[in-house]
């Protein structure tokens, strides 16, 4: 047996599971999501956990089992505290603003870059260099901010441009003069 796929996810008080054949509904304070169910899978709710179940033990349907349990845990997750991201903005110059549902980015180009913010995304901007992206959805608050961190990816000889926070990175030695 999947070894993330059987323990259980444990529905906090507040997160309403509703399961359907091909999806289960998660609802919570921060929000609505929907979790696709492969067939094969199962889940069902027993006092205050949710079990995920398989029908055969194929090594798909064990590598869909594990798939839909760490789904269905995000999901309950996301719906009762949220998830974040933080980037840093590091170079001269370099910096950003939230303009309404715009966030407005100065990365050394001849132009100003706008990103528009997704709907269920929140994004709070510290120092005008370190922003921090919020949303109950794990996958776009992940999307989002790698969208965000590709408009300059850091440079690997100066380490300028747009970094996760704990993002480690290895600077690259220039060329040597001869």
């Known amino acids: 047996m999947s070894r993330i796929g059987k323990l259980p996810v444990a529905l906090e008080s507040g997160v309403k599971l509703d399961v359907a054949v091909t999806e289960a509904v998660v609802q919570g304070p921060k929000g609505k999501l929907t979790v696709p169910i492969p067939a094969g899978v199962s889940i069902k709710v027993e006092e205050s956990n949710a079990i995920v179940e398989r029908k055969d033990d194929s ?7 594990g798939l839909t349990r760490a ?13 974040t991201k933080k980037l840093e903005i590091h170079g001269v110059g370099y ?3 939230v303009k309404g549902k ?4 100065s990365l050394g ?14 994004v709070k901007i510290e120092k005008n260099t370190l922003l921090e992206i919020s949303g ?3 996958q776009q608050v992940g999307q989002v901010a790698a969208e965000m961190r590709a408009l300059r990816p ?15 990175l290895r600077k690259k030695a220039g060329k040597t003069g001869a």
């Open 59 to 65: 090594k798909t349907q064990r590598a869909l089992h």
């Open 71 to 83: 789904l269905l845990a995000n999901a309950v997750l996301g719906v009762t505290k949220g998830f």
């Open 95 to 97: 910096r950003a603003a």
């Open 102 to 105: 715009v966030v407005n980015f």
């Open 109 to 122: 180009y001849t132009h100003p870059v706008d990103f528009p913010i997704p709907e269920g995304i929140e």
């Open 136 to 138: 109950f959805d794990k």
């Open 154 to 168: 850091p440079d690997v000889y100066k380490l300028k441009g747009v970094r996760y926070a704990d993002e480690q």
